[in-house]
Each structure stands twice: as structure tokens, then as C-alpha cells.
T-cell receptor
Framework: SQQGEEDPQALSIQEGENATMNCSYKTSINNLQWYRQNSGRGLVHLILIRSNEREKHSGRLRVTLDTSKKSSSLLITASRAADTASYFCATGGYGQNFVFGPGTRLSVLP | EAQVTQNPRYLITVTGKKLTVTCSQNMNHEYMSWYRQDPGLGLRQIYYSMNVEVTDKGDVPEGYKVSRKEKRNFPLILESPSPNQTSLYFC????????????FGPGTRLLVL
């Protein structure tokens, strides 16, 4: 069953602008992770935020988590053309399965 | 170099012809998993394994088999492939459990005619 759902499905911005993607989920989670995928290649882990954390930073990435609203956001600041990719949120529950959303396709135009 | 490898990377086959996609990791990870990726559906988990000889179904296990005889290897077996199994397949591993960072292989693109 789909757990994480990203919004928007696609996003186009100019280089230097900030990009914000949102993720909503349905059930209790242990953690939420964001991954990046370049054009049909393997996924690369970006950041993990645990259910007891509200905000986390990694370089130009900022992730927030609101467990009361069952939502998370990923902010990429000062975007670059190399940030063009699909971004997925994934939720790890208290079981052992792992659920990805359908992803947000980000295009950063030079 | 720490990595997850998959073979083959590309495969064209015909309906009903048994095939195996291999997956191997060199990071001594306990947890391994298989996903398929289809347009508009994101990644869906097929099977996962928490340790040697321990496997369990994910969200879409029908038509697939797996085995975990060694810690490093987790092959995906399609006994009788059908066209609806045409997809991009990813193997992933993590140190202890699914709630940790997963490391993905490069993917296997399968076309079943």
C-alpha cells in the first residue's frame, strides 16, 4: 500500500531558486527518509529524520517532519542544474517493510 | 568500494522462461530487499530479508521468489515471467533493519515479451 505521497508530482524552477517538496503519509512511522534518483538509475539516500525529530539539515537540504499532520517537507536551497532528478520520500514503520511514494520530478533550468 | 551490485543490468526474455537476477553486497549488511519501479507508482517492495534464511513478502510478491543462503547474496527469481513483470528492479541493503539508510544497486531493466 502506498504510504508516502509526494507533492507536487513535478516542479520546474530556475537555477538559484529554492525547491520545496512535500510528503504525506498515513500510519505511524519510525523514521522518514528522502532519496534522489537520476534518470532511471539507483536511488541515493539524502537524509533520514526520526519520528522524535522536527527538523534536520544536511548541506543545502532542510527536512522538516510534523508527525501530528503526518507530513514532511524537503527544501533544497540555491538549486543547481545538477539537482535535476526525481525525489522520493520513504517511510520506515515499526515492522520491517518500507514504503516509497511515487516521487516528485524536479527540473532546475539554467 | 562499498556497493550493491546487480546482474544483469538489462534483460529481454519471453513469457514463461525462468530467470534469476542476482544481487550482492559487500558491506556485511543484515537486511536486503527487492523493489520494482513502474511509472507513476514509485518503488514497491517485492521481498525482503532480515538475515540469512529469513525472508518475507513485501507489497507485491506474486510471481517472484527469493532466497538468502549467504549474507551477501539475495537473488530474485522469476519462475515463469509474464509481461506484467516488465519493470525496473532494484536491490537494496541496510546495516540492521529497514529503518536505517538503504543502499541501492544500479537497477536491472527487464522486458518480458
Amino acid at each position: 500500500s502506498q504510504q508516502g505521497e509526494e507533492d507536487p508530482q513535478a516542479l520546474s524552477i530556475q537555477e538559484g531558486e529554492n525547491a520545496t517538496m512535500n510528503c504525506s503519509y498515513k500510519t505511524s512511522i519510525n523514521n522518514l527518509q528522502w532519496y534522489r534518483q537520476n534518470s532511471g538509475r539507483g536511488l541515493v539516500h539524502l537524509i533520514l529524520i526520526r519520528s522524535n525529530e522536527r527538523e534536520k539539515h544536511s548541506g543545502r537540504l532542510r527536512v522538516t517532519l510534523d508527525t501530528s499532520k503526518k507530513s514532511s517537507s524537503l527544501l533544497i536551497t540555491a538549486s543547481r542544474a545538477a539537482d535535476t532528478a526525481s525525489y522520493f520520500c520513504a517511510t520506515g514503520g515499526y515492522g520491517q517493510n518500507f514504503v516509497f511514494g511515487p516521487g516528485t520530478r524536479l527540473s532546475v533550468l539554467p | 568500494e562499498a556497493q550493491v551490485t546487480q546482474n544483469p543490468r538489462y534483460l529481454i526474455t519471453v513469457t514463461g522462461k525462468k530467470l534469476t537476477v542476482t544481487c550482492s553486497q559487500n558491506m556485511n549488511h543484515e537486511y536486503m530487499s527487492w523493489y520494482r519501479q513502474d511509472p507513476g507508482l514509485g518503488l514497491r517492495q517485492i521481498y525482503y530479508s532480515m538475515n540469512v534464511e529469513v525472508t518475507d513478502k513485501g507489497d507485491v510478491p506474486e510471481g517472484y521468489k527469493v532466497s538468502r543462503k549467504e549474507k551477501r547474496n539475495f537473488p530474485l527469481i522469476l519462475e515463469s515471467p509474464s509481461p506484467n513483470q516488465t519493470s525496473l528492479y532494484f536491490c537494496a541493503s541496510s546495516f540492521l533493519a529497514v529503518s536505517e539508510t538503504q543502499y541501492f544497486g544500479p537497477g536491472t531493466r527487464l522486458l518480458v515479451l
